[in-house]
């Protein structure tokens, strides 16, 4: 028997929101799977199921699928704790769920709830509470109407209707609508239709349930029980992620890995650059970091022995282990990215996408700040004019959350080549790009040639 | 410039004339230990990562090395110095700061000045542009505490000082600059940015403000070019110029419906005479600005603070030499 408990809810949140108090709910452990399990399998089918309640259900039938909700949602969640890497498709799968939801809700003052309770309720008014505040009349005194200024065919009418309502949030909460200028500012309120919101929204709720999640790992270190309990969902997820979600494969991106181009390390993405310093620096990465760079190497060519040596070499040999030593314990992990131990898979590295989502990509988890300051010293010898219209272009891209496209605008800094799709989309791209441009033989020839006119 | 800037001079200001404690209220008592200062002595070495136990020694400092320039920067979580440098130590708090000089205007003046020179007719760029600045600080964002400094050579500093805004990060201060942003690459290509839909109030705000100057500086020929018959033109110089409260529903009113005609004049009138910003001091964190009050080095004069942008002029701007007096 396992009870979830309860802290009063100030507000009024939808039954499908699943960062919600899960108020006092009683499940066996049975059930309690199965629910978890129901709630995967509607994420492989991508079936984006509404809870709306019927008017003909009773309350104790409601009741139940509150808990099946929720309750199913909070076993995900603890599953997913243990495991870095399948937290991350968690957050991916509960992120599109989210915004599937939120979006085609048509109740207004549901969206109002979640949106307080995203941002918090001081941040978030209605336009009706700013008027009242201002004493003014927004609508009035701007022109203002709800009318959709274009089409949008996926919705149904009452829930396009919604969709053009407009609502208040402090404008710093959402700095990329600020930063497109599509919110109407009034004394720092962002004015702003539902519909220019959803990515934020969504991308909000993502980095909180990726906190959550997070704090959830205490639970299960502290009660054992839990920890069998969770133990067939994690495995289930495991398996999941391994399929279907993670590891993307290259052919997907026309190119493959170059066996050469590990040998280059200024050709490293700027991702795996700093997953190298902070090894280098703290002796150690996170799990999931491990599984970045070790599959990453692997793929733009390194060999496993080498791989082995440089573990050793920059992350363990401070602790006083010898090689051997590793390579029977650290080494495990890198052996079974090679598939010589473990199920025998030939592991792929992740995907830019994946990174963004669940593992680390620079442009995406990195503050803005730094990474303005890393660009500085790294390319300290170009043009001051370069690097700072780089900065420039790079931060304005960042902030509107295109962080695919941020590292193709570093990646012309860097190699004053354009990617012609405006992104980059694998970490090995962005290496075997910057290969090309800096160490095969075509480019020295011109070099060459350059030199005796 | 009057006479030659010596370093007796510079001393005997810091020493005697510099209003400390204005300086002091203007960056808050707070953190003051924390805080980055930098300084241009000698010559022309730049030196930054300095902090000060208490404004007495910072006072001592600027009088006995004679510094041509005074910058303040960053309050950090430790005092900033040469063994811990401010890339080392954890930032806490910067204020939002706006820098406008005319040069950034340089591909748009049509007076012939260049650079540094200035006269009334390009000034009133910079001065339309702090009127822009301020007013969309107050009323879109809500922000109270602004103050406008002189910088001592060719342009003004906007600090907005609300609490609120020491800890934007990157993102935040990003987002309120390109919200400001409708000249892009203002240097090379000037591309022009859509006027927003949604925005409304930065729209108006350049119908009113920004659209009422260019019209004031337009020629009948001019509006002729852009699309508008002869007889309209005339009539449309002749109402700004009479209008006393011009805003974006006078321009309506008077600026003809014909949507190629309304989309070239918006576009003139952005390219023209919208508002420039040094975009790096704004997102720039760490970056050190001219200390308020304190001399420019290259002219003598001393980055007051502004009362009326309307009535300021560069070279009506207070000097060392006149304060020394
Ligand atoms: S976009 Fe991809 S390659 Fe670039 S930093 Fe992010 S994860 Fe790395
Ligand atoms: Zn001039």
Redesign the interface.
Known sequence: MTEIRNNNMSIELPDWYVLKEPGEITVDVKNWIEYADTRIDRFIKGDPWIINRPTWISDEDWEIVKVQEIGGHFLLRLSASTNQRISGWLVEVEGDLFEFRFMSSINFDEKINVLKDLYGEENVKTIQELNDFYQINLYRQFNLSDVPGRRVRKYSDATRRDLYKRIAIRFNKIPSVISAKKALLYKGWAVVRISEIRLTVKREFEKQISEVIKKSAVFVDEDSNLADTIKPVTQKITELAKSKRMGGSLSDFGFAGSKEVYTQVDCYPPCILDLVTILRDKGHLAHIENWQLGTFLKEVGMPIDDQLKFWYQTSVDNVGLTFDEFINRIGYQIRHIYGQTGGGIDYRSPKCKTCIDGYYCYFAHKKLEDISEDIKIRFKDKKEEMIDSSIDDISKIIVNNRFQSACARYFKLHTGWTIRSGRINHMVQYSTQAYKRFHTSKDKEKQSGEKNE | MNEELTPEIISEFYRTKFPLDKFMAFIGLSDFKNREFGFVVGENRFIRNISFENTKELREFMATKSVKHAYVGAVYEQSPSRYSPI?KIK?KFREFIYDIDINDFDLVRTCGCQGYSYCTDCWSLVQDTVLFIDETMR?????TDIIWLFSGRRGVHGWIKDK?TNN?????R???L??LTMVH?QKRTQTI?EI???????RDRIYSIIAKSYLLNSSEESLVEIGIAKKKAKDIIQRVKTSSEFDAQTYNLIIPSNQTVRNKLSHEIILKRYPRID??VT????RVSRMPYSIHGNTGQLAVVIKDIKSFYPDSAPNVWDALK
């Open positions: 890339q930032w009323q879109d964002f809500g922000f609120i934007f990060d990157q993102a935040q990003v987002a309120i390109n919200y690459d940015e927003p839909n949604e925005a409304k109030p930065l975009r790096k997102m720039d964190t760490r």
